[in-house]
């Protein structure tokens, strides 16, 4: 019975064992099935990696950018194989070194507080436990090439944390210089065109030769920096060039330029160049044209020759030089130089034809003034002669012939009015017409205007209404050409109404006072009214007018207007008449001649 128990309990011992041993070996299938399942995921994490590393190694070598891998202090740890290509150095120049040993001495203390900056606040992130770290903002900068050539760059990093916890950073450079290349160029052509612009303005001021070669030379030597330039014109009469403007020169040393001729011979080579060329450049001294004496005493060490031209006649040459610097003009200096060339060109050309016109002006005047005197001398003598027959003293006379003299009486008048508003206008356009200014009472001035003109209007038929509004200012004008206004403006009414009414309405308006002229006429055609106070017209065509006269009248009324310093305005409705209003100052201001006296017509 004692064996049997033994057995027994050898037996569940056993059994014990064998259980024990089947869970250890479950567990060690289950263990390295993990295993295996860690392997695969292990060998399937490094091929992703693998497979990344490359794209990275790839993406960074056939990018335009380049990366660098930095420490925080700012040395190089490695870099991209493209820097070398776009920098020319080689790593071993580089490797633990300063980033910022290269880059430009403008530019590298803001890039060193910019990265200083961005470290710092990477730090204290790090310690609040910010595992993200942003990009930093980009910098621009220039950066040396090994061959010495200015880069610009743009720049931008992000921190990582290497595996042992190591703080570093990675930077991506771009190479913008061709960018910034163009805008430098844009910014260029802007300035050039504002430079320009600035010239033009001046250059167009004035149309009096004489200003414009004064502000031509002092504009050409202030925009090109240099310390002289001269204008030197074509004479065809001394078969030369000869100075008539200069910019730098004391009185002594101009006086000794001005009657330099030079021949045409004496430019050379230069103006062979200036043909098909707008500037010239002729660098250091010797080559000068001037006298040898000459050009020492003025110490000219480099030219730059503009070409004038009149179409393609060349009628000038503008000079810019250097006094005591070798230094040859700048690309830029040449376009401005090139740019006031053909400003300058145009801006004589423009004084030639205004100065042209203005001659002409002056002979047609001259000659107007000299027919009109001419022809009022005889005239007199006829309406004089005319006279003494209407008064029968040559005998007495028939009704027939009384009828006759005064109709030669009607028309002898008219023509010596004609030639009265033609001496005016001769008058006006040589400024031979002074003011004689006085204080006057406007209402005064009107009762003398109506008794001057009661024969015309008894004569006329129309019904007059004369109004003048009380307490009017006292005017500080010239009278004589007041009333000329006025009884032009009043002629004129008479003469384009056949029938109805003329009223005269004198006013206060503003600082002065406004005297309306309104008639019951036909009335003015729209397309007329834009010309209608020009010389010689009158509103009709030559030939289905029915009115005489030239069409003097009213371009009289606004030229002594402007001396008045007055303005003139019409309203007209075809079919129902015309209403002319001028407005005269309480007094005429100084410069008031050269103010526009006709104001945009109403209808």
Same mark, same amino acid.
């Given at each position: 019975?004692?064996?049997?128990?033994?057995?027994?309990?050898?037996?569940?011992?056993?059994?014990?064992?064998?259980?024990?041993?089947?869970?250890?070996?479950?567990?060690?299938?289950?263990?390295?099935?993990?295993?295996?399942?860690?392997?695969?995921?292990?060998?399937?994490?490094?091929?992703?990696?693998?497979?990344?590393?490359?794209?990275?190694?790839?993406?960074?070598?056939?990018?335009?950018?380049?990366?660098?891998?930095?420490?925080?202090?700012?040395?190089?740890?490695?870099?991209?194989?493209?820097?070398?290509?776009?920098?020319?150095?080689?790593?071993?120049?580089?490797?633990?070194?300063?980033?910022?040993?290269?880059?430009?001495?403008?530019?590298?203390?803001?890039?060193?507080?910019?990265?200083?900056?961005?470290?710092?606040?990477?730090?204290?992130?790090?310690?609040?436990?910010?595992?993200?770290?942003?990009?930093?903002?980009?910098?621009?900068?220039?950066?040396?090439?090994?061959?010495?050539?200015?880069?610009?760059?743009?720049?931008?990093?992000?921190?990582?944390?290497?595996?042992?916890?190591?703080?570093?950073?990675?930077?991506?450079?771009?190479?913008?210089?061709?960018?910034?290349?163009?805008?430098?160029?844009?910014?260029?052509?802007?300035?050039?065109?504002?430079?320009?612009?600035?010239?033009?303005?001046?250059?167009?001021?004035?149309?009096?030769?004489?200003?414009?070669?004064?502000?031509?030379?002092?504009?050409?030597?202030?925009?090109?920096?240099?310390?002289?330039?001269?204008?030197?014109?074509?004479?065809?009469?001394?078969?030369?060039?000869?100075?008539?403007?200069?910019?730098?020169?004391?009185?002594?040393?101009?006086?000794?330029?001005?009657?330099?001729?030079?021949?045409?011979?004496?430019?050379?080579?230069?103006?062979?160049?200036?043909?098909?060329?707008?500037?010239?450049?002729?660098?250091?001294?010797?080559?000068?044209?001037?006298?040898?004496?000459?050009?020492?005493?003025?110490?000219?060490?480099?030219?730059?020759?503009?070409?004038?031209?009149?179409?393609?006649?060349?009628?000038?040459?503008?000079?810019?030089?250097?006094?005591?610097?070798?230094?040859?003009?700048?690309?830029?200096?040449?376009?401005?130089?090139?740019?006031?060339?053909?400003?300058?060109?145009?801006?004589?050309?423009?004084?030639?034809?205004?100065?042209?016109?203005?001659?002409?002006?002056?002979?047609?005047?001259?000659?107007?003034?000299?027919?009109?005197?001419?022809?009022?001398?005889?005239?007199?003598?006829?309406?004089?002669?005319?006279?003494?027959?209407?008064?029968?003293?040559?005998?007495?006379?028939?009704?027939?012939?009384?009828?006759?003299?005064?109709?030669?009486? @009607?028309?002898?008048?008219? &023509?010596?009015?004609? /030639?009265?508003?033609?001496?005016? +206008? !001769?008058?006006?356009? %040589?400024? $031979?017409?002074?003011?004689?200014?006085?204080?006057?009472?406007?209402?005064?001035?009107?009762?003398?205007?109506?008794?001057?003109?009661?024969?015309?209007?008894?004569?006329?038929?129309?019904?007059?209404?004369?109004?003048?509004?009380?307490?009017?200012?006292?005017?500080?004008?010239?009278?004589?050409?007041?009333?000329?206004?006025?009884?032009?403006?009043?002629?004129?009414?008479?003469?384009?109404?056949?029938?109805?009414?003329?009223?005269?309405?004198?006013?206060?308006?503003?600082?002065?006072?406004?005297?309306?002229?309104?008639?019951?006429?036909?009335?003015?055609?729209?397309?007329?009214?834009?010309?209608?106070?020009?010389?010689?017209?009158?509103?009709?065509?030559?030939?289905?007018?029915?009115?005489?006269?030239?069409?003097?009248?009213?371009?009289?009324?606004? @030229?002594?207007?402007?001396? &008045?310093?007055?303005? /003139?305005?019409?309203?007209?409705? +075809? !079919?129902?008449?015309? %209403?002319? $209003?001028?407005?005269?100052?309480?007094?005429?201001?100084?410069?008031?001649?050269?103010?526009?006296?006709?104001?945009?017509?109403?209808?």
């Amino acid at each position: 019975m004692g064996r049997t128990v033994g057995l027994g309990t050898a037996m569940e011992d056993k059994n014990k064992t064998t259980k024990q041993l089947i869970k250890e070996a479950e567990s060690l299938r289950r263990q390295l099935a993990e295993l295996k399942a860690l392997d695969s995921e292990r060998k399937r994490v490094e091929e992703a990696l693998r497979e990344s590393e490359e794209r990275y190694r790839m993406l960074v070598e056939q990018t335009y950018d380049f990366v660098v891998e930095t420490s925080l202090d700012g040395r190089f740890l490695q870099f991209s194989p493209d820097y070398q290509e776009v920098l020319g150095y080689e790593p071993d120049e580089l490797l633990g070194r300063s980033i910022f040993e290269h880059i430009h001495l403008d530019d590298v203390s803001t890039v060193i507080a910019d990265f200083e900056d961005e470290v710092s606040t990477v730090i204290a992130d790090f310690e609040k436990g910010r595992e993200k770290f942003s990009s930093s903002p980009a910098f621009v900068y220039r950066y040396r090439h090994k061959s010495g050539e200015w880069r610009w760059f743009e720049t931008t990093g992000r921190p990582f944390l290497t595996a042992t916890g190591e703080m570093r950073g990675i930077i991506v450079s771009r190479d913008i210089t061709e960018r910034k290349r163009a805008e430098g160029a844009l910014q260029e052509e802007a300035a050039i065109s504002s430079t320009l612009v600035r010239v033009g303005r001046e250059m167009i001021a004035s149309l009096d030769t004489p200003t414009i070669l004064h502000h031509l030379c002092q504009l050409t030597a202030g925009e090109l920096e240099c310390e002289c330039s001269h204008t030197l014109l074509w004479q065809p009469d001394k078969d030369a060039y000869m100075p008539v403007a200069g910019w730098g020169e004391t009185a002594e040393q101009w006086e000794a330029l001005r009657v330099l001729q030079i021949p045409r011979e004496a430019f050379g080579e230069i103006l062979a160049h200036l043909e098909g060329e707008e500037v010239v450049e002729v660098p250091p001294a010797g080559q000068d044209l001037l006298p040898p004496a000459l050009a020492k005493q003025l110490g000219m060490t480099a030219s730059l020759y503009l070409v004038l031209r009149r179409g393609e006649a060349i009628i000038g040459i503008q000079t810019a030089g250097h006094r005591g610097r070798p230094e040859s003009f700048t690309l830029r200096q040449r376009r401005i130089a090139q740019g006031i060339a053909q400003i300058a060109s145009m801006a004589l050309e423009n004084a030639r034809l205004f100065e042209q016109a203005e001659s002409a002006n002056r002979l047609k005047s001259d000659f107007l003034a000299t027919m009109s005197h001419e022809l009022r001398t005889p005239l007199n003598i006829i309406m004089g002669y005319n006279e003494l027959l209407l008064d029968e003293g040559y005998g007495s006379l028939t009704a027939e012939q009384t009828d006759i003299l005064k109709r030669m009486e @009607r028309s002898a008048r008219a &023509l010596r009015e004609l /030639i009265d508003a033609t001496l005016d +206008v !001769g008058r006006l356009e %040589t400024g $031979r017409l002074p003011l004689d200014l006085k204080k006057i009472v406007i209402a005064e001035l009107i009762e003398e205007l109506q008794g001057e003109t009661r024969d015309l209007q008894e004569r006329s038929g129309l019904a007059f209404t004369w109004r003048v509004a009380p307490a009017l200012p006292p005017l500080y004008t010239d009278p004589t050409k007041l009333k000329v206004v006025l009884k032009n403006l009043v002629g004129n009414a008479v003469k384009f109404t056949e029938e109805g009414s003329v009223t005269v309405h004198v006013r206060a308006r503003g600082p002065g006072v406004e005297i309306a002229v309104a008639d019951t006429d036909t009335g003015i055609a729209p397309e007329a009214l834009p010309v209608i106070f020009e010389p010689f017209g009158q509103g009709e065509k030559l030939l289905t007018r029915r009115h005489s006269g030239v069409g003097l009248g009213l371009y009289v009324v606004r @030229r002594m207007l402007e001396l &008045l310093g007055g303005t /003139i305005t019409v309203a007209s409705t +075809v !079919g129902q008449g015309s %209403t002319f $209003r001028v407005w005269i100052p309480l007094a005429v201001a100084d410069g008031s001649r050269a103010r526009r006296a006709v104001r945009t017509p109403s209808r």
